[in-house]
């Protein structure tokens, strides 16, 4: 079965740095685009960026390009979002997924983590 | 570049038929498929609706999707609404191999 498992919730204050995790398993993580997607309160989905897990090929939303950095240990199954300095502007729920092989849509989604930042 | 857009809101009764729309602003419809998700209040988004009109398994038959070139749309009906289809639903294409276009988002009501 596969599954995306986030990291649990955060709590930080503006400034602050924070990287948030999504490991992937029932699959072969390295072969799998995998997303990251920002939900703020009450809003719709906006896509931040993809990285190919085998290579470690990322690409940015041209909205968050310079905003975040996506990264993967491929070792470990396991990506990442990481921001230097939040900003309130920051808060939302944001979600891994796994692009299909087509790259066309998100097949896969963890269950999100929420940031807070205040 | 081109833009999805959607309803703010729908409402339907239980055992109705419900229609979204997903509009797309620019270049054809028909050039990138549509897919739709449901979000439920507090859960992560799940696939209804993939490549325009196909169900993952374990998606009712109550739910189908359609492209409409003529007014440059795709849409996601549901039917025999149940209290349980009460969600925001997404619609979502591409263009290019890497770059993912959402659109606004539906909450539908199931009164």
């Known amino acids: 079965e596969v599954q995306l498992v986030q990291s649990g919730a955060e709590v930080k204050k503006p400034g602050e740095s924070l990287e948030i995790s999504c490991k992937g398993s029932g699959y072969s993580f390295s072969n799998y685009w995998i997303g990251w997607v920002r939900q703020m309160p009450g809003k719709g989905l906006e896509w931040m960026g993809v990285i190919y897990p085998g290579d470690s090929d990322t690409r940015y939303s041209p909205s968050f390009q310079g905003q975040v950095t996506i990264s993967a240990d491929k070792s470990i199954s396991t990506a990442y979002v990481q921001w230097n300095s939040l900003k309130a502007s920051d808060t939302a729920i944001y979600y891994c997924?796994?692009?299909?092989?087509?790259?066309?849509?998100?097949?896969?989604w963890g269950q999100g983590t929420l940031v807070t930042v205040s | 570049n081109f833009m999805l857009t959607q309803p703010h809101s729908v409402s339907g009764s239980p055992g109705k038929t419900v229609t979204i729309s997903c509009t797309r602003s620019s270049g054809s419809i028909a050039s990138n498929s549509v897919q739709w998700y449901q979000q439920r209040p507090g859960s992560a988004p799940t696939t209804v609706i993939y490549?325009?009109?196909?169900?993952p398994s374990g998606v009712p038959d109550r739910f189908s999707g359609s492209i409409d070139s003529s007014s440059n749309s795709a849409s996601l009906t549901i039917s025999g609404l149940k209290t349980e289809d009460e969600a925001d639903y997404f619609c979502q294409s591409y263009h290019s191999s890497i770059h993912w276009v959402f659109g606004g988002g539906t909450k539908l009501t199931v009164l």
């Open positions: 997924a796994r692009l299909t092989t087509a790259t066309t849509r998100f097949d896969y």
């Open positions: 490549e325009n009109n196909q169900r």
